[in-house]
């Protein structure tokens, strides 16, 4: 960021025009004006003015007049860079094209176009935040483009639907959803607040972000180590942590809940993360047997195509989870399960179900050219998994091992470990 005296960022505040018009203002006015106050009385060297962006999926007529006195980016402006992008790609020539009948795929073409709108934005350097307003449609239209900045670049949306599950609109961004608590249908004593909130923090967040990138500038950036968790693996994460961040890298630990895994290896495509040591797989053993925090079909794949240095273990992958346990399935209820709390339960993977999961792990690994050491602890996956312990079953954790020792076609660059030690808390701290 320079330091010149017109350095303007862009806050857009974004919404269906053609319905939420009235709620779009407000929320505009409320953002502007706390930037505004946060700015007043300080010499900088910047102004963040906000940005109206009209992403209504009907035709309608928008000018001047419509968005009072903010600036705006008008809905054929937000198309255009969809359909320039796809022409370009088909090397053919670049004319407007209007979105299509079905709303379904309108929402989808729109929230396309937004989504390289903002990349646009964010390579010129204009960025500064984003915040929309929506129901269901219009949260759909906008989480799909916002989760695609950055961590960091501070990003809203006050939503209907901002409660339950959130998970596909969020994913794995820093994305906020802020219940709305009424509908979002004009401004009354209710959305007055929710929308006055929503300007207040989004101005905070922005100019704090503007003016820390600011002082931090100039400071070196440390190597970045990604580092999977779950709470039956803390000691053996906590101690790989410790001596890493002696030796001068930065760590960054992944709850492995599905969600965990997914933000890891976005991370490391963007290229946030240099290194990887995946002491818990456990999502595997959810996604073989059906718990629900699975990941999916692609666990594994960034950080092997990304080629950047692996260290993988097999830490609890003796546990499958699910909910409360009213919540089951029937089929589980003979097999040792664990209350860990009102909301969770855990299940004890079988031996048949270890070899599914050294399978799963084994054929990704075996397709991959890149830096790999895969660490086998003998005697237990996880602080469960020991002597008096719930899940302490050294026939399927000898198989899980055998398997992987089995499968893994080792090379050069792809090794295996086996470690005669109590646990895998004791694997990766030698």
Same mark, same amino acid.
Do not use: W
């Given at each position: 960021?320079?330091?010149?005296?017109?350095?303007?960022?862009?806050?857009?505040?974004?919404?269906?025009?053609?319905?939420?018009?009235?709620?779009?203002?407000?929320?505009?006015?409320?953002?502007?004006?706390?930037?505004?106050?946060?700015?007043?009385?300080?010499?900088?060297?910047?102004?963040?003015?906000?940005?109206?962006?009209?992403?209504?999926?009907?035709?309608?007529?928008?000018?001047?007049?419509?968005?009072?006195?903010?600036?705006?980016?008008?809905?054929?402006?937000?198309?255009?860079?969809?359909?320039?992008?796809?022409?370009?790609?088909?090397?053919?020539?670049?004319?407007?094209?209007?979105?299509?009948?079905?709303?379904?795929?309108?929402?989808?073409?729109?929230?396309?176009?937004?989504?390289?709108?903002?990349?646009?934005?964010?390579?010129?350097?204009?960025?500064?935040?984003?915040?929309?307003?929506?129901?269901?449609?219009?949260?759909?239209?906008?989480?799909?483009?916002?989760?695609?900045?950055?961590?960091?670049?501070?990003?809203?949306?006050?939503?209907?639907?901002?409660?339950?599950?959130?998970?596909?609109?969020?994913?794995?961004?820093?994305?906020?959803?802020?219940?709305?608590?009424?509908?979002?249908?004009?401004?009354?004593?209710?959305?007055?607040?929710?929308?006055? /909130?929503?300007?207040?923090?989004?101005?905070? *967040?922005?100019?704090?972000?503007?003016?820390?990138?600011?002082?931090?500038?100039?400071?070196?950036?440390?190597?970045?180590?990604?580092?999977?968790?779950?709470?039956?693996?803390?000691?053996?994460?906590?101690?790989?942590?410790?001596?890493?961040?002696?030796?001068?890298?930065?760590?960054?630990?992944?709850?492995?809940?599905?969600?965990?895994?997914?933000? *890891?290896?976005?991370?490391?495509?963007?290229?946030?993360?240099?290194?990887?040591?995946?002491?818990?797989?456990?999502?595997?053993?959810?996604?073989?047997?059906?718990?629900?925090?699975?990941?999916?079909?692609?666990?594994?794949?960034?950080?092997?195509?990304?080629?950047?240095?692996?260290?993988?273990?097999?830490?609890?992958?003796?546990?499958?989870?699910?909910?409360?346990?009213?919540?089951?399935?029937?089929?589980?209820?003979?097999?040792?399960?664990?209350?860990?709390?009102?909301?969770?339960?855990? *299940?004890?993977?079988?031996?048949?179900?270890?070899?599914?999961?050294?399978?799963?792990?084994?054929?990704?690994?075996?397709?991959?050219?890149?830096?790999?050491?895969?660490?086998?602890?003998?005697?237990?996956?996880?602080?469960?998994?020991?002597?008096?312990?719930?899940?302490?079953?050294?026939?399927?954790?000898?198989?899980?091992?055998?398997?992987?020792? /089995?499968?893994?076609?080792?090379?050069?660059?792809?090794?295996?470990?086996?470690?005669?030690?109590?646990?895998?808390?004791?694997?990766?701290?030698?």
């Amino acid at each position: 960021m320079g330091d010149d005296d017109d350095e303007v960022f862009r806050v857009f505040c974004i919404a269906t025009a053609d319905t939420k018009l009235e709620e779009l203002l407000f929320l505009s006015n409320s953002v502007q004006s706390n930037l505004d106050i946060f700015c007043s009385n300080k010499s900088h060297s910047f102004k963040i003015q906000v940005t109206i962006v009209d992403v209504s999926a009907n035709m309608h007529k928008t000018d001047a007049t419509s968005f009072k006195n903010f600036s705006y980016v008008t809905r054929e402006d937000v198309l255009s860079c969809y359909y320039e992008a796809k022409h370009q790609q088909q090397q053919e020539s670049f004319g407007i094209t209007d979105l299509p009948n079905d709303r379904g795929e309108a929402i989808a073409v729109m929230s396309k176009a937004l989504e390289i709108f903002l990349k646009k934005a964010l390579d010129d350097q204009l960025l500064a935040g984003a915040v929309g307003l929506g129901g269901s449609g219009g949260t759909s239209l906008l989480s799909n483009a916002l989760r695609s900045l950055p961590v960091g670049i501070p990003k809203f949306i006050i939503s209907t639907v901002a409660s339950g599950h959130t998970s596909p609109y969020i994913g794995t961004s820093d994305l906020i959803l802020l219940p709305s608590v009424v509908d979002i249908c004009g401004i009354n004593s209710i959305s007055r607040v929710v929308f006055s /909130n929503a300007g207040a923090a989004v101005a905070g *967040m922005v100019l704090g972000r503007i003016l820390r990138l600011r002082d931090t500038f100039s400071v070196t950036k440390k190597p970045t180590v990604g580092i999977t968790m779950y709470g039956i693996t803390t000691p053996c994460v906590n101690a790989v942590k410790e001596r890493l961040e002696k030796l001068g890298f930065e760590t960054l630990i992944f709850h492995a809940t599905g969600v965990g895994g997914r933000a *890891m290896e976005d991370l490391v495509r963007s290229g946030s993360i240099q290194a990887v040591m995946d002491i818990t797989t456990t999502e595997v053993a959810d996604y073989v047997v059906g718990g629900i925090m699975a990941c999916d079909s692609s666990r594994f794949d960034a950080v092997l195509e990304m080629e950047v240095p692996l260290v993988l273990s097999v830490g609890a992958l003796d546990v499958v989870t699910f909910g409360a346990k009213h919540t089951v399935p029937s089929k589980y209820h003979q097999r040792n399960l664990l209350v860990h709390n009102e909301q969770i339960t855990a *299940m004890r993977t079988t031996a048949d179900e270890s070899k599914e999961c050294a399978a799963f792990i084994a054929e990704k690994l075996n397709k991959s050219s890149s830096k790999i050491r895969i660490c086998l602890p003998e005697k237990g996956t996880s602080a469960l998994d020991s002597p008096g312990k719930p899940f302490y079953d050294p026939v399927a954790t000898a198989i899980l091992i055998d398997e992987l020792q /089995n499968l893994v076609v080792t090379n050069e660059y792809r090794q295996v470990f086996q470690i005669e030690l109590s646990s895998i808390l004791n694997v990766c701290t030698r």
